[in-house]
């Protein structure tokens, strides 16, 4: 049974910063190309950064310059450093496969952009 686990969010202000994690298990997590998802109020979902198997990333114009992806395949972890935030980052974040199987989504983690 795959599990990712979302970690890190939370309540921070325009220009601050937040790390997320997300744990895989169930998955042979070094083969699989890994994302990081967004869904805002009223949105739909929409990648904003992924990273291949060898660790090759690419974002939306949208967060480029201000997020890194990263990940660590001994700890089956993919790691999103959020810089710059502004409150349109406002949404709830989920990792997820590269392209995304729709059943591997966990509970994603809150993350607020508010002064």
């Known amino acids: 049974q795959v599990q990712l686990v979302e970690s890190g969010g939370g309540l921070v202000q325009p220009g601050g910063s937040l790390r997320l994690s997300c744990a895989a298990s169930?998955?042979?997590?070094?083969?699989?190309?890994m994302g990081w998802y967004r869904q805002a109020p009223g949105k739909q979902r929409e990648l904003v950064a992924g990273?291949?198997?060898?660790?090759?990333?690419n974002y939306a114009d949208s967060v480029k310059g201000r997020f890194t992806i990263s990940r660590d395949n001994a700890k089956d972890t993919v790691y999103l450093q959020m810089n710059s935030l502004k409150p349109e980052d406002t949404a709830v974040y989920y990792c997820?496969?590269?392209?995304?199987?729709?059943?591997?989504w966990g509970q994603g983690t809150q993350v607020t952009v508010s002064s």
């Open positions: 997820n496969r590269v392209p995304p199987n729709s059943n591997y």
């Open positions: 990273i291949t198997s060898r660790s090759i990333p």
């Open positions: 169930g998955i042979i997590f070094r083969l699989n190309a």
